[in-house]
């Protein structure tokens, strides 16, 4: 997989499944907007089992080529990049550019919006809470242990303690709380993608190694198409906890699947522009993100039509597409400003093209 590491150093097959995550988003948020009966479908079920836990997933996976912090100055330096990386892009999204500019009135509502946040960018708080909670997991690991195995159960004892103490705040506060709900149920999924970026190299390297990969691969790809083609992902409860017992199982499944799968397509890939673009979508995937929900579904319908004909087909091909490019245009126009590129995106470094 290392082979894949261009572009100062990026895995660019992470990059592909990353941007095909936020593709889904998009996708996904397409279709509601255009087809009436679109969370019924069964593109709908793969998408939504999908999306948000991959890119958790794969955000886990990465911290495997992060400088680990061994001194309480390199925790508050993490700390401070991944407020500046997620926070301040949620804030001026938030209140300067929904709130103020487009006029969502209820995004200036500090109450409503800490018990509300699936209303604005969700992800960005929950991504930065987990990310924040692993750090310090990760910082204990490094002062109290040696060897990788040690470290390792130091994480998983520290991240553990994290979302008792994020429950905690839950049960005080209500878990609709700054996002708890949905950072609680998608720690998992980063620790999971931390724990086999740990493991990944001792794995393959063992004898029947990636066999046993492939062999779990396969599993899981049978037990996600069956739990979809059994279930509607989107709609089951998140008040019974056997309802999101099989939500995040058919997440978990799919996630593996499409992580073992697109490793073996990856280089079989001959449409260079599309591989690419998938790469571009990957490094660019917060800014598609926050950029999207402003130009989501650009050509209006007259009215609400059925995913399952040709007009409501071609209506979310159309403005699926006209998203993606109006989206791509965007990123690429304000990121040839550094002060723009900060303060929208989070990122101090020189753009990427």
């Not at 061994?70 to 993490?78: M, N, S, Y």
């Not at 086999?196 to 790809?221: M, P, R, W």
Request: hydrophobic share 50%.
């Amino acid at each position: 997989m290392e082979k894949n590491q261009k572009r100062a150093g990026r895995n660019e097959y992470i990059d592909v499944i990353r941007g095909l995550a936020m593709l889904m988003v998009v996708l996904g948020h397409t279709m509601t907007g255009c087809a009436k009966d679109s969370e019924q479908s069964f593109l709908y079920n793969i998408i939504w089992s999908l999306q948000m836990p991959l890119f958790i997933l794969v955000s886990g996976y990465v911290t495997r080529y992060s400088r680990k912090a061994g001194t309480w100055r390199d925790l508050l330096e993490f700390i401070k990049r991944r407020t500046v990386s997620y926070i301040l892009p949620w804030a001026v999204w938030t209140f300067l550019i929904r709130g103020l500019i487009f006029g969502k009135k209820h995004l200036l509502d500090i109450k409503y919006l800490l018990w509300n946040m699936d209303s604005g960018y969700w992800f960005l708080t929950a991504i930065w809470t987990i990310s924040i909670i692993f750090g310090i997991s990760q910082f204990f690991a490094e002062k109290l242990a040696k060897k990788k195995t040690g470290k390792v159960a130091i994480a998983a004892a520290v991240f553990a303690f994290g979302m008792a103490a994020l429950l905690a705040v839950g049960m005080k506060a209500g878990l609709s709380f700054f996002g708890i709900k949905l950072t609680l149920y998608y720690m998992p999924f980063y620790f999971a993608g931390y724990l086999y970026g740990e493991y990944q190299d001792s794995i393959l390297e063992k004898c029947y190694g990636i066999k046993t990969v492939e062999a779990v691969v396969a599993v899981c790809s049978a037990v996600w198409i069956t739990l979809l083609a059994k279930y509607n992902i989107y709609g089951l409860s998140d008040g019974a906890a056997g309802a999101v017992i099989i939500r995040a199982i058919a997440s978990f499944a799919g996630c593996i699947a499409i992580f073992g799968l697109f490793y073996r397509l990856k280089d079989k890939i001959k449409l260079k522009n599309v591989k690419e673009f998938a790469v571009w979508c990957g490094i660019h995937s917060l800014e598609i993100y926050v950029v999207h929900y402003l130009i989501l579904v650009p050509f209006k319908v007259s009215q609400s039509l059925s995913l399952m004909t040709i007009e409501g087909g071609t209506a979310v091909a159309l403005n699926y597409f006209a998203t993606i490019l109006l989206s791509a245009v965007i990123i690429v126009l304000l990121n040839q400003n550094s002060v723009l590129r900060f303060l929208l995106f989070g990122k101090r470094t020189k753009a990427l093209k």
